[in-house]
T-cell receptor
Framework: DGGITQSPKHLFRKEGQNVTLSCEQN?????MYWYRQDPGQGLRLIYY???????QKGDIAEGYSVSREKKESFPLTVTSAQKNPTAFYLC??????????????FGPGTRLTVL | KQEVTQIPAALSVPEGENLVLNCSFT??????LQWFRQDPGKGLTSLLL?????REQTSGRLNASLDKSSGRSTLYIAASQPGDSATYLC?????????????FGRGTQLTVWP
């Protein structure tokens, strides 16, 4: 059963702590993305990756870091430098970086709450 | 920068009605446009993808039209059902860069009651 999984579904963090959100896909997709969603707002792009060991900043990369050591995995670390990290985080993938030709497939999301 | 506006922001209707969700975008130089559905606290599911050369796409009770020159798209939902309740997102893809950026608006929150 192919798809994208994100874990955990809910995550709580104390201020000053780093936390890593998991994203795994078994669709054999080259491109992966991380978005942030805040209540009443559209999704905003944090980071994206076209291929293993390569990734680029999106619109709101400050306070976040990523790695792409395997094609299937694209973890996102929310660092203590992120001033307002409480949000809903969505991971997505597509066959290639050319989003205009392929639809993106989204994971179920992780809700991060900073206490 | 592409700006996406969806009207109405929220819609509440009885079951069985035919619905029209409207979307406008500021930059007509798009490569395609997708309509996504998002259930509360969940990820996005692609419903329809219209290439810039196309005028419409249909899937079951859903029909999406695209008027690229005027920067408008419309999603028609026929014979609405309570299971259609969700937020619907209109998402144009920018053709200008290698990334092919997606642009997200705030969506239309639909409630269909029995």
């Amino acid at each position: 059963d192919g798809g994208i999984t994100q874990s955990p579904k809910h995550l709580f963090r104390k201020e000053g702590q780093n936390v890593t959100l998991s994203c795994e896909q078994n669709l054999n997709h080259d491109a992966m993305y991380w978005y942030r969603q805040d209540p009443g707002q559209g999704l905003r792009l944090i980071y994206y990756s076209q291929i293993v060991n390569d990734f680029q900043k999106g619109d709101i990369a400050e306070g976040y870091s990523v790695s792409r050591e395997k094609k299937e995995s694209f973890p996102l670390t929310v660092t203590s430098a992120q001033k307002n990290p409480t949000a809903f985080y969505l991971c997505a993938s597509s066959r290639g970086l050319a989003q205009y030709t392929d639809t993106q497939y989204f994971g179920p999301g992780t809700r991060l709450t900073v206490l | 920068k592409q700006e996406v506006t969806q009207i109405p922001a929220a819609l509440s209707v009885p079951e069985g009605e035919n619905l029209v969700l409207n979307c406008s975008f500021t930059d007509s130089a798009i490569y395609n446009l997708q309509w996504f559905r998002q259930d509360p606290g969940k990820g996005l599911t692609s419903l329809l993808l219209i290439q810039s050369s196309q005028r419409e796409q249909t899937s079951g009770r859903l029909n999406a039209s695209l008027d690229k020159s005027s920067g408008r798209s419309t999603l028609y939902i026929a014979a609405s059902q309570p299971g259609d309740s969700a937020t619907y997102l209109c998402v144009p893809a920018d053709r200008g860069s290698t990334l092919g950026r997606l642009y997200f608006g705030r969506g239309t929150q639909l409630t269909v009651w029995p």
